[in-house]
């Protein structure tokens, strides 16, 4: 069983831990802890200028998974480009769904909230939790969207804008 999740993670992939976002894999290391000896995947998030050590045996279920395919991120720019949902239930309701959807780290749940929080100049001010929250989601979208296409974070998420605004 190890083995088969030591294939799916190799050093210098990309790989996306759904509370953290996209990191780089270092590496493995073995440590012991209370006399077990434990294989650990070292993911370093650059943004976050953080290391995370995962035990192999657990990184699939803590929901570490390898960047979306291109096909999983056109169905996330699908959705980004999609209309808008606008419900009218309490701004704390909604940002606990919204946030939910950021930590499961699927980019289409991620796009869904990116679309919905998006403001055109012609539409109303958000407040500043909501800015937040789309800048947080937005973030999350660009860095899987700039490590699938090769491009830097910050043309990620203009290219995705622009995808909204021409939407």
């Known amino acids: 069983m190890a083995k088969k999740t030591e294939a799916a993670f190799k ?3 990309f790989v996306v831990y759904p509370t953290h ?10 440590r012991e802890i209370s006399g077990t000896t434990i294989e650990m995947l070292v993911v370093r998030f650059e943004h976050d200028r ?9 990184a699939r ?12 991120m056109e169905q996330a720019i699908t959705t980004l480009q999609g209309k808008a949902r606008v419900r009218r239930t309490m701004w704390s309701r909604r940002a606990q769904e919204y946030e939910t959807k950021i930590k499961s780290g699927d980019p289409v749940s991620i796009a869904e ?3 919905d929080l998006h403001r055109r100049t ?14 947080a ?31």
């Open 11 to 13: 050093e210098d992939d």
């Open 21 to 30: 976002g996209v990191g780089r894999i270092l590496g493995t290391e073995t």
């Open 50 to 58: 953080m290391t995370l050590r995962v035990p192999m045996e657990k």
């Open 61 to 72: 279920s803590l929901g570490l998974r390898t960047l979306s395919s291109k096909k999983q």
């Open 113 to 115: 909230v990116v679309r």
């Open 122 to 135: 012609n539409q109303s001010e958000q407040s500043y939790s909501e800015r937040q929250m789309y800048q």
């Open 137 to 167: 989601a937005l973030e999350r979208l660009a860095r899987e969207f700039a490590a699938i296409e090769k491009i830097d974070q910050e043309a990620a998420a203009m290219r995705l804008e622009d995808l909204m605004d021409v939407a």
